[in-house]
């Protein structure tokens, strides 16, 4: 089966990709629309940058940014998912429309995360974050990546869990690019095919980061053939979502990588 496709929609002025773009709200929305056309399932929604070395803002100026976007988008034939560690945004990206919370912190940014988490009912990406955006790329160090992040995410399920967040709720993020050196991107993507032994979802998001930079040398906007040979392996290594910039193209080789597994099948 194919994966969802998560398209991002970033109303930041900072974000490494694409901010400023989209931080008019009736620019935002039509860019929405044209993710969905484009067959995207699921629209992610962040008013915060996390990119590495970025600056914390306040809630208040997250709110602004996301919640007219998400009330504008509330007839729209996708899922909203908010990317936010904030559980006050994520209560009124909800109450406004979205039903999905991406939060990088994986729900430690505030100590009620977790209970919000629950008490919204909705489903929760869990994701692992080295430190915070400003500090998570200063020297990170793993003797055995994919374990120590496997056992950060099935600790963090535990808290959920304890905290009456439904199993059936929660998504799984290795977080490339989130506190790690290249080595560590590649053999996470390498190995994702063992997070499944925790038995829950697996997002993943590699669109134009700078791993691929590092591979190729190229600038942000030149990293579709990259995105598209990570989202294709992740996707041969069963992810069940993966997070995208580029939906048209990365549907479009989803499809025929698709096409000719199932030519193999058959």
Sequence with gaps: MSPKIMGILNITPDSFSD????????VAVAHAHALCAAGADIIDIGGESTRPGAEEINAEEELERVIPVIEALSG?????????????VAKAAVEAGARIWNDVSAL?????SPAVA???GCKIVLMHMRGTPKTMQAAPRYKDVAAKIMAFLAARVEAALGADVKLENIILDPGIGFGKRLGDNLDLLHNLD???KLNLPILMGTSRKNFINMIDKSAVDERLGGSL?????????GADIIRVHDVAQTVQALKVWQAIEERGNG
């Design 76 to 88: 729209i034939d996708v899922k909203i998912s908010i990317d936010t560690r904030r559980p006050d």
């Design 118 to 120: 629950a008490q919204l």
């Design 19 to 26: 901010g400023g773009r989209f931080v008019d709200v009736d």
């Design 229 to 237: 040979a990570s989202a294709l392996w992740a996707a041969s290594k």
């Design 108 to 112: 430690t940014f505030a100590k009620n």
């Design 194 to 196: 063992g997070f499944h």
